[in-house]
């Protein structure tokens, strides 16, 4: 299958989280579709579906033609193509492995015949090869969170949706109270063994979460990316796959709670919904001002 090509910032492609995830999109390619939603993705199409039903606000959002944001393996843009108001989706990917070898594998799976509904696309979130509130969607599952700079990231989202459209994004959060040292510990920590292995990186190298590209924000901080970037939250909900910690801890920001039966993946098995809608101005473009 056919992928589009745009502008990336070439100085990612020497750091770890580029060649750990470009290696192990080539071997879970070579091991076909189940082996990349469990080991890439962590959930599937049906899984992903029953998530955004769950925030109504979502599926209501999903009509047109929108913008998956580090769209992976396509497995969300799959998902969400196959709603019938769904005309195109543009999956962007920095991966080169995932976009040339693990996209058209699941679009074939999950879409079958539907497969031109998404179109991949070899890029970077920060550099949107598209016109300016062109878009009625954007959509972003766990890919925020690697941003080195959120503020354009949200930036470059606002501007390509039409006016008063939606950004449905999923991704993970801290509770507020959360004290900077335990942020820091989370980013120092140094994977073991076993997780270079698994994870296609050298075995004798010493790799922090900071150098494979994580980022750890609390609540407030998600929220105030949004207000200086100029979306209204219109609805937000914290997944959580159901289990013994998950069941017991709350979080601190007020945001509802909803458990589910499979496995989300990523941080605790959790995933935070927020729904925004894009307001008339863009703050962080008129008074070029940073957080």
Known sequence: MSYVIWDRDEALLSGWEYKGNNNLALEL????FESIIKHYTYVGAPEVQFSFELTPFALEAFRGVGIDL???????SSAIARA???????CVEFCENCVKLCQP???ERILELNCEKVVSVLGDFNRLNIEDESLDFVVAWDSMHHSNDVLKTLSEAWRVLKPDCFFVLADRAHNNATPETEIERMLNFQYSEQ???????????????RQ????EYRYNEWESFFTHTGFRIVERCLLKTRNDRNVT???DA??????????LGGYLQQKLIYVLQKQSQNPSFCDGTKL
């Open 249 to 251: 801890s709350k979080n």
């Open 84 to 90: 019938p108001l769904v005309e195109k989706i543009y």
């Open 212 to 215: 494979n590209g994580e980022h």
């Open 195 to 209: 997780f270079l292995i698994e994870n296609c990186f050298p075995r004798d190298v010493a790799i922090t979460r």
């Open 29 to 32: 390619a070579k091991k076909g």
């Open 105 to 107: 594998m699941v679009k």
């Open 254 to 263: 007020g945001v509802p709670e909803v458990f589910v039966d499979f496995q």
């Open 70 to 76: 580090g769209g992976g393996a396509g497995v969300i």
